[in-house]
């Protein structure tokens, strides 16, 4: 009993300094929560979530309740907040631990100070190493095709996916173009789209509604985010764009079927090699013009990406192909985690009759040799019977998930991030069959 | 004599080495390349160049002319085309290379995965070393106060005034805000402001020739890009916010005389350190609900700044607080170069009647302790006499620099960067003397 109890404590205290993303906090008022919540509804949503919680510490610290450490230890496990309303990728923290110098990037002051990296590449401010790097690692998973393409270099895919809008927006034309996607859709693209109400474009929802004879540019994300489903695109009229969001199409998450051929593919490190730090994304693209508009997008609104994380990300991959060789690889140690993490949501899932998740047909993966359904990196988790705010009613139970609403689905649904550390998810799986409605 | 032939021969080399920044072009028809020019007017200016050079180069290599260092070395310094248009701040790697593994950074991979760095702070995404540094850096300087206010990191102070303007510009307002500068502003800030045609904003041009009854915002560059001198606000309005771009805002460039204490104050490490490629900036704001909506714009438009060049930035400017107490301190030696270089260009220009410099009056620095006249990063060169298009005519003698109209002013201008690597700086001073009218 005192090897538990002691157990407990050193769990609860390393939670508790896990670098800020796991709160204790006192809800003394879950109403004022609530409300605190819907003011702040139209900030963004990373701002919004870290914005409460913040509110809530500073609440609770003005209140002189006990720091968070020691607070924890005396309260216990179940009155940790459990914050997965986004995707961030520490899940592979552990992997990259185990690696030594072969993937450490030595710096010096000297290097890196120059905006040029290849005065000859259409896209100028990518070093050539992420290029070789990039290339080399889709020829090895056989993901995506990039002979004769170009690459784009962003400050993560975000930048790019707002690159891709202002490439493919005629700069002349009558009105914005529509931006849609399938429902449910990754929360960010209204938002990125909208935030400075660009005469350029504009959101136009849910893709399967769009009927309008006008042009309009489809992002097709596939796996999907949030619900993890393989996708086409929907709308197929003739004045129709797609850009592919690939950043899931990797093969800890899915059974890679077939190289992507796109005009337009954005990938990212931040879910391929968990390294969302670091803010590197790239596209892959197949018209030497658009590549171009992309290309000066990103001189306007950044003058470029960071050569510090190129270099380091070059290395990443790098390191990602050749130990493809070894016992564990990076893919075999992260489709290995991922099939044990979804085993444990299921079965913590089927233990109630609250909650359900999607199923995914079985299929053979081309890279490994696996046959599995879909592995996602978020939980389309529904709240079945009664509940209709899912969020809210997880919320209660101090899981903080991000709601429905935000994909352009309903409140019976909520995103739940499967990427986590360990601890976080175990207190997830945990904690899930104990809910009582 | 052969020995001047060898050393012609090795410099050439080295010049054509020179990452892409030098390049050798022959210029068979000098019609062809004005209209090329007039063609890519539109597009950004970064891109444009590089775009025009690398057509050129394309057509010399598709005519089968010799390789760019063979050529260069058979055809001599004359031909050699010297980039002046951007102000890549190459000039500041001597220092850097001579400092040893104080300012190297080493980075694990396990290292910067997650997004957050300091969930605490209003600016979720900035490394707290950084912090410590940025502070130190301005009190050991004294160009800026820091107590009391908040910092915003950004991808280079370029996403910092794109979320400058988010942060000022009223989300439902009857109209987008009026942006305006003093002419001749920098280049960009027209580009930035307009490029998405958003309903937030808008660039409403010279700042002196702003007479609305409208709300604005009027950016205050200082010392100004592209001319150098010092200075104020000019609108005065009632209705106006103001933005200090304060990059030049270092001892190397001006006399320091107070720490300034604007509401919204920019800097980079491109222009203070010269380590473009890192693409680190960052703002210093008063106002804790302005620097949460910037905030808010970098999440939106890149979910944060990359972590590898912020702890780099970080130990960098340490290192150059640190070293003020070393026999040749960082801010010593630029601010010689700089001392030095403006020497030799207003000799070069002063033998000739073709060109004139601006004039500075000298200031006591009370960071240095020396006494002396701006010494601004960019020449900003007036062709005298009867030539009207001063970047034209330079360019027919191969010194590409960017003309007045892209800063609001005559073309009679052109901005010449002074913070090229040696060689370059040397042959610009070797070459504006030898111009015959």
Known sequence: MTNVLFLKNVLVVSLAMNMGLIWKISLDDEQALTSKWSIHQNLHFYAHKNNLIQQEEEARVSKRAPTTSSGAATDGLESVVINLDHGDPTMYEGFW???GE?????TSSW??????SDIKNVCWFLEPVLVSAITRLHKVVGNAVTEGRHIVVGTGSSQLYQ????ALSPPNGSGPMNVVS???FYSSYPLMTDYLKSGLH????????FNKEQPYIELVTSPNNPDGFTRQDVVKGDKGILIHDLAYYWPQYTPILLPAVYDIMLFTVSKSTGHAGSRIGWAVVKDREIA???????????????KDSQTRAAKILQAVSENQKEAESFFDYSYKLMAERWRKIREAVNKTELFSLPSFPAETCSFSGQTFGQLPAFAWLKCEGEVDDCEGFLRRHKILTRGGKHFGACMKYVRISMLSRENEFKLLTDRLPAIIS
């Open 97 to 99: 631990k185990q690696k």
């Open 102 to 106: 072969e993937t450490t990037v030595v």
């Open 111 to 116: 290097q890196h100070i120059s905006y040029f």
């Open 163 to 166: 690159a891709a809008l202002y």
């Open 182 to 184: 399938a429902a449910p």
């Open 202 to 209: 504009k959101w136009a929802g849910d893709a399967y509604k």
């Open 292 to 306: 171009k508009k992309m290309t000066t997008f990103i001189e306007i609104n950044t003058i470029g990406v960071s």
